[in-house]
């Protein structure tokens, strides 16, 4: 808002908007609970996100996206928990509030974060106190090229819990020579693996996890991210593989993944030495503008990562379209270590469409078309234009 032009604000509408806030009550902890600041908070930051269209994809991820990558991380009391592209703040919020829904003390976390963007540093920072959280400290600067979390030998400090959603394929000036740089560096193309680097580097040995979204390129594009996906797989880091729907968030209408990641020998015995693959792209609601993940959408993607998944590619659940398969990375390696989730899961929809369903769908759309044709030639005709059914 730009507070002092008269063309954009004038005079009346401003005093008339300060005479309506004079008549509220005043808001403090004596009659409003931080439950209903930090909602109100959160309320009017979606809002506007919902006007606002690509543009709020910098600093807002849609909640239900977060709640999920949380679920799946579970931060513990006590733990660290850290975002590296941290926006208004929504993932480390998110943490504290599962937490708190589980029983347990929300400000007990250790919340860290990073944004490259000063007023969006703001807008978390008081994000973070509107929610009672003060345990916490956002810094401003490019993860990438100036990481400010730091251990006091310069080394990259570790958390427990790191969760982002990164700008998708930016454009960055690649690494020279980095600690980071598992596998190899990635292309100045696309800083997706770059992210992933990071985030890896950021996770403590002994119980650190990383969830992150990303565009579906990251899983299968060849090159410098190829020799890194390799490097990943062989020191068998990557957990999951989520395949989410498309037109999800407010800057892409694209579909996403979410990469699960433990620390090199964290992997519960179950896992280790492959990948589980979950295709949730099905699972869905439409909304006014984009789709959206239902509470029962997140609970059964939470319920088929925590589920024993044999390789053979079974349906956890078939009649909602959600399938997972946990697979070999040696099946992986033999497919040059492509993650595409096609190759692993069945599409459980496809199988199930029979042709005489497929027929009878195509005769209605072929006759609904020629019906529109018929009409559209009529109001040219009545025009004087002429020639387009020869």
């Given at each position: 808002?730009?507070?002092?032009?008269?063309?954009?604000?004038?005079?009346?509408?401003?005093?008339?908007?300060?005479?309506?806030?004079?008549?509220t009550?005043?808001?403090?902890?004596?009659?409003?609970?931080?439950?209903v600041?930090?909602?109100?908070?959160?309320?009017?930051?979606?809002?506007?996100?919902?006007?606002?269209?690509?543009?709020?994809g910098?600093?807002?991820?849609?909640?239900?996206?977060?709640?999920?990558?949380?679920?799946?991380?579970?931060?513990?009391?006590?733990e660290?928990?850290?975002?590296?592209?941290?926006?208004?703040?929504?993932?480390?919020?998110?943490?504290?509030?599962?937490?708190?829904?589980?029983?347990?003390?929300?400000?007990?976390?250790?919340l860290?974060?990073?944004?490259?963007?000063?007023?969006?540093?703001?807008?978390?920072?008081?994000?973070?106190?509107?929610?009672?959280?003060?345990?916490?400290?956002?810094?401003?600067?490019?993860?990438?090229?100036?990481?400010?979390?730091?251990?006091?030998?310069?080394?990259?400090?570790q958390?427990?819990?790191?969760l982002?959603?990164?700008?998708?394929?930016?454009?960055?000036?690649?690494?020279?020579?980095?600690?980071?740089?598992?596998?190899?560096?990635?292309?100045?193309s696309?800083?997706?693996?770059?992210?992933?680097?990071?985030m890896?580097?950021?996770?403590?040995?002994?119980?650190?996890?990383?969830?992150?979204?990303?565009?579906?390129?990251?899983?299968?594009?060849?090159?410098?991210?190829a020799a890194?996906?390799?490097?990943?797989?062989?020191?068998?880091?990557?957990?999951?593989?989520?395949?989410?729907?498309?037109?999800?968030?407010?800057?892409?209408?694209?579909?996403?993944?979410?990469?699960?990641?433990?620390?090199?020998?964290?992997?519960?015995?179950?896992?280790?030495?492959?990948?589980?693959?979950?295709?949730?792209?099905?699972?869905?609601?439409?909304?006014?503008?984009?789709?959206v993940?239902?509470?029962?959408?997140?609970?059964?993607?939470?319920?088929?990562?925590?589920?024993?998944?044999?390789?053979?590619?079974?349906p956890?659940?078939?009649?909602?379209?959600l399938?997972?398969?946990?697979?070999?990375?040696?099946?992986?390696?033999?497919n040059?270590?492509?993650?595409?989730?096609?190759?692993y899961?069945?599409?459980?929809?496809?199988?199930?469409?029979?042709?005489?369903?497929?027929?009878d769908?195509?005769?209605?759309?072929?006759?609904?078309?020629?019906?529109?044709?018929?009409?559209?030639?009529?109001?040219?005709?009545a025009?004087?234009?002429?020639?387009?059914?020869?």
């Amino acid at each position: 808002m730009t507070w002092t032009s008269e063309a954009v604000l004038p005079e009346a509408v401003l005093a008339a908007v300060m005479q309506a806030m004079d008549r509220t009550p005043k808001m403090h902890e004596g009659n409003m609970s931080h439950d209903v600041l930090g909602g109100a908070y959160e309320y009017l930051l979606k809002r506007f996100s919902d006007g606002s269209g690509t543009r709020a994809g910098q600093f807002f991820t849609p909640r239900e996206v977060v709640e999920l990558l949380v679920e799946l991380l579970d931060p513990k009391r006590f733990e660290s928990v850290y975002d590296p592209t941290c926006g208004s703040g929504g993932m480390l919020i998110a943490s504290a509030n599962l937490l708190k829904v589980h029983g347990g003390r929300g400000y007990t976390l250790r919340l860290h974060g990073q944004e490259a963007v000063p007023d969006t540093a703001g807008v978390a920072r008081m994000n973070l106190f509107m929610h009672n959280l003060t345990q916490f400290k956002v810094e401003v600067g490019d993860t990438l090229k100036d990481p400010r979390f730091k251990k006091p030998d310069g080394s990259i400090e570790q958390f427990d819990v790191i969760l982002a959603n990164p700008p998708y394929s930016l454009k960055w000036k690649p690494w020279t020579e980095d600690p980071r740089a598992l596998g190899g560096i990635a292309p100045q193309s696309t800083a997706d693996w770059a992210f992933v680097q990071h985030m890896v580097a950021s996770m403590s040995p002994k119980k650190g996890r990383a969830g992150v979204v990303l565009p579906h390129g990251v899983l299968f594009r060849g090159g410098q991210e190829a020799a890194i996906r390799q490097r990943v797989l062989d020191n068998d880091l990557l957990e999951a593989v989520i395949g989410l729907p498309a037109n999800l968030f407010y800057s892409t209408s694209i579909p996403t993944c979410i990469l699960v990641f433990r620390a090199r020998g964290a992997k519960a015995e179950e896992r280790r030495n492959g990948v589980l693959f979950i295709d949730a792209s099905k699972r869905f609601t439409k909304a006014k503008n984009r789709n959206v993940l239902t509470a029962a959408n997140i609970a059964d993607v939470v319920t088929a990562y925590h589920s024993s998944s044999d390789s053979d590619g079974n349906p956890v659940d078939p009649d909602g379209g959600l399938t997972a398969r946990f697979v070999p990375t040696t099946e992986i390696a033999a497919n040059g270590y492509d993650l595409n989730i096609g190759r692993y899961i069945k599409q459980a929809a496809a199988l199930q469409e029979d042709l005489g369903t497929l027929i009878d769908a195509y005769n209605i759309a072929r006759a609904e078309r020629q019906k529109t044709e018929q009409r559209m030639l009529a109001v040219l005709a009545a025009a004087g234009i002429e020639g387009f059914d020869e």
